[in-house]
């Protein structure tokens, strides 16, 4: 079944792009006396620390398919990795779109995802297919190992030509995933359409004078815009999924001898994508650590806030009552440990609480309103700078 599924030029750019990248790598290796081991040890972190972040975006919001939430849609994805064959079913999740229809293929490690993004979703819900087409098309990436050991391919993805032909080829290769997981070509060609017509028009598109459109393609300036391009135009992957074995028309021949100078860079990979990756890793190690450290600590002491929610409201309305500071927690009914991981401590002449944190020490310090009520504001102590603290309770002079 891997033959059928596989576009004929894939294997051929595939092993081209992996050797050329390697010997680029080993002459790089050589010819800097070992530095660009430097800079792929920087690219590895940089994967860490960008994947880690994308992947724990979707799990801390996405919703994780399953046999008891959305089942409808976790029998297309368990369907389509029955279809395809997978030795091992990745994790799936729905994510929201903000309007985007899409979806796409990711991994962290050796752990597998695919996410689809609700809007394709919500648009699909009356195609007969539903998402398989899309879940076939990113299941496709995963089984083909489009996100493996792609950095050994990084030096020579931006070769003209060579760099955008390989990923068009990736592209039509999970399109026949996708196709092979639809009940029909028809199903397949439809769900492609959705990104041409839009979320209502796709459903009344016809097929048939798209594909013709498919004529237009062969002019110099969409052959050469095509050439440049990480995907093949729309039109032509429709005809694909829809007609198979029908050839699509062949490209100027004249628009390859402008795109021959001209860096793929419709991918990280690409001339100027690289030159970027490159930076960003600098820049991340130097302003992004520091901040997402910041981050961290926000949402650290944010939780510690909410946790001492309880002892505040109980020593507020102690006060209200009494008019009086308590000599001790224990004198309100208040633990010194909050939970296992925040414990607190009590100035009985301010009433200000201590929460020791692993990266300082927070202040929640009691305020009278106008109405004589308590409210509460965050200081920061030894350890924690203002700026670390959130915004809702920020001290202010």
């Keep these: 079944m891997k033959k059928e599924l596989v576009y004929p030029h894939e294997e051929i750019l595939g092993a081209t792009t992996m050797v050329l990248g390697c010997i680029a790598w080993l002459v790089l290796i050589v010819a800097t006396l070992g ?3 430097i800079l792929l040890g920087v690219g590895f972190l940089a994967y860490l620390f960008f994947q880690s972040a994308l992947i724990a975006y979707i799990k801390g919001n996405g919703v994780e398919l399953s046999s008891g939430q959305f089942p409808d849609l976790y029998a297309q994805f368990v369907d389509c990795c029955d279809k395809l064959q997978l030795a091992k079913r990745p994790e799936a999740y729905i994510l929201n779109g903000d309007g985007g229809l899409n979806a796409f293929a990711t991994k962290f490690l050796s752990t597998q995802y695919v996410v689809l993004l609700s809007d394709i979703v919500d648009v699909m819900d009356d195609h007969q297919d539903g998402v398989r087409f899309y879940i076939g098309h990113e299941l496709g990436h995963l089984r ?3 996100l493996t050991l ?17 990923s068009r080829a990736r592209e039509s290769t999970c399109d026949l995933h996708g196709l092979a997981c639809s009940k029909t070509p028809e ?3 439809r769900a492609l359409a959705v990104l041409a017509a839009g979320i209502e028009r796709w459903k009344n598109l016809d097929l048939n004078a798209y594909m013709r459109q498919t004529e237009h393609t062969s002019g110099f ?7 440049t391009s990480a995907y093949p135009w729309l039109t032509k992957r429709v005809a694909r999924v829809l007609m198979p074995n029908q050839p699509v028309p062949r490209r100027n021949g004249f628009a390859y001898l402008l795109a021959i100078f001209i860096p793929y860079t419709g991918r990280l990979g690409a001339g100027f994508g690289f030159l970027l990756l490159v930076y960003i890793v600098f820049i991340a190690l130097s302003i992004g650590l520091p901040a997402y450290q910041d981050y961290v600590t926000r949402a650290q002491v944010t939780v510690a806030f909410e946790t001492a929610e309880e002892a505040m409201a109980t020593l507020g309305a102690y006060y209200e009552e009494t008019e009086t500071v308590p000599e001790s927690l224990e004198e309100v009914g208040i633990s010194e440990h909050l939970t296992e991981t925040f414990s607190v401590s009590l100035d009985a002449e301010n009433m200000e609480l201590t929460l020791p944190l692993k990266q300082g020490d927070l202040i929640l310090s009691p305020r009278i309103d106008d109405d004589g009520s308590i409210f509460w504001l965050c200081v920061d102590g030894e350890g924690l700078s203002y700026e670390q603290l959130p915004e809702f309770c920020r001290y202010t002079q």
């Design 187 to 189: 199903g397949a060609a």
């Design 221 to 227: 300036w969409m052959s050469f815009h095509e050439l």
């Design 35 to 37: 530095t660009a081991l």
């Design 150 to 166: 792609q950095f050994l391919r990084w030096p020579v993805l931006w070769l003209p030509l060579l760099g955008a032909a390989y």
């Design 144 to 146: 083909m190992k489009h």
